[in-house]
């Protein structure tokens, strides 16, 4: 890519020259189509509710919070 004091001249002179020669762009890929965030959410969520189970079914009494379920 051009510095931008050079890209700015070449704009200003020879839009034509300018846009033949630029890159072709190029559509990016949707990450976000890539996941099925349902399927994920159901997923750790069966996680998460085996977790806290185990947890509650503890025999000394324990705090449970995010950082313990992520942990155990």
């Known amino acids: 890519m ?3 004091r050079e ?3 070449i704009y ?3 839009k034509k020259w300018l846009y ?3 890159p072709v762009k190029t ?3 949707d990450h976000h189509a890539l996941v099925d965030w349902n399927k994920m959410d159901n997923e750790l969520l069966i996680i998460v509710q085996n977790k806290h189970g ?3 079914g503890s025999d000394e009494p324990i705090r449970v919070t995010k950082s313990i379920i992520v942990e155990k």
């Open 7 to 9: 890209y700015i001249f």
């Open 27 to 29: 559509k990016g890929s």
């Open 2 to 4: 051009f510095a931008k």
């Open 54 to 56: 185990e947890l509650m």
């Open 20 to 22: 033949d020669n630029l």
């Open 12 to 14: 200003r002179s020879d």
